[in-house]
């Protein structure tokens, strides 16, 4: 077979899957998510199951393109410029539900809205058009876990509830999507991700306090993220017993500096492989040089303030 055979075959799989309520690890630009049919109450059951999560944290339906994501959700202008903006990519749209029978009641935690997103992988592309409907794929991981950026990290994961686990290179964004309310009021930023606060404001102008609509968020929990050391944030360096992660040409770099250069998209592509290659090292913790909180900058230090079981 050739290379576009092998991949027609396996989107077919994941679809013959998806189809019959089964899940699948579908690699997308953010993390590897675990995939199973929006509209399924049973096949999201089974990833809350799977992943150890909550069912009070909605999920993200992951639709073709913005004709499909108006199909779910109720976008007003501000959510279209958003959307033309910046999809295909790491954004995500929280917007009134207009058909609760594509996404189930399960998946949007019981909400009376809808977090959607259209990612950018070419793969995660062609399964869902090839699907036709909403995709629910929170990230790959057992819950509270950092995320997976690669197939070999998704499938030590969560490989044992997946009937397919597609193979689609390592991540190139590396953090999870920004998720954005855009209900009645301002846009209120709910997550930092993949797309800054500045990118989204020069769209629909400055963002309002995420507080009264957290809930209705993915990626929020207050420990969430975390490898199984404790970690250290703003460190020097390491203390007797830790890993350190690096950031920027002052630290040396023993494999584990988040970026020589101090480039934050370099730091957001390595973060969660990088805790995850400490935790490996078994060590006492994992301590974290200070990274600047500008640009994505603010969502690394949001994923590592959960990592360390803190936020603010």
């Known amino acids: 077979m050739s290379p576009e055979e092998v991949q027609d075959a396996n989107v077919a799989g994941a679809v013959a899957a998806l189809r019959q309520g089964g899940l699948v690890i579908l690699p997308t630009e953010t993390v590897y998510g675990l995939a199973a049919d929006a509209a399924n109450p049973g096949a999201v059951a089974r990833i809350y199951e799977a992943k150890g999560r909550p069912s009070f944290n909605p999920l993200i339906a992951h639709v073709a393109d913005l004709a499909a994501a108006e199909r779910v959700a109720a976008l007003d202008e501000r959510a279209r410029r958003l959307a033309e903006a910046f999809w295909p990519g790491p954004l995500t749209l929280v917007a ?3 058909d609760s029978g594509a996404v189930c009641d399960l998946a949007r935690a019981g909400l009376d809205t809808v977090a959607v997103r259209v990612p950018g992988h070419p793969l995660a592309q062609a399964v869902l058009r090839a699907f036709g409907g909403p995709v629910v794929a929170p990230s790959a991981n057992r819950s509270g876990r950092p995320s997976p950026t690669t197939h070999a990290d998704a499938v030590a994961e969560t490989g044992f509830a997946a009937e397919v686990a597609l193979e689609g290179g390592p991540c190139a964004v590396g953090l999870e999507s920004t998720v954005v309310a855009v209900l009645d009021g301002p846009v209120r930023l709910l997550r930092p991700g993949g797309v800054t606060r500045a990118q989204i404001a020069a769209q629909v102008g400055p963002l309002a306090d995420a ?27 390491a203390a007797p017993g830790e890993a350190f992660l690096g950031f920027g040409p002052a630290c ?18 390595r973060l ?13 913790g994992i301590a974290v040089a200070p990274i600047p909180d500008e640009g994505l900058g603010e969502a690394i230090n949001d994923r590592l303030r959960r990592a360390a079981g803190f936020v603010g």
């Open 96 to 98: 009134p539900i207009r």
């Open 211 to 237: 507080e009264a609509d957290a809930k209705r968020s993915p990626g929020r929990l207050t420990l969430h993220y975390a490898p199984d050391a404790p970690v250290r944030l703003n460190a020097a360096g």
């Open 272 to 284: 969660f492989a990088y805790l995850r290659a400490a935790d490996r090292r078994r060590p006492t």
């Open 252 to 269: 040396a770099d023993d494999g584990l500096n988040l970026s020589p250069a101090g480039d934050l998209r370099q730091a957001a592509t």
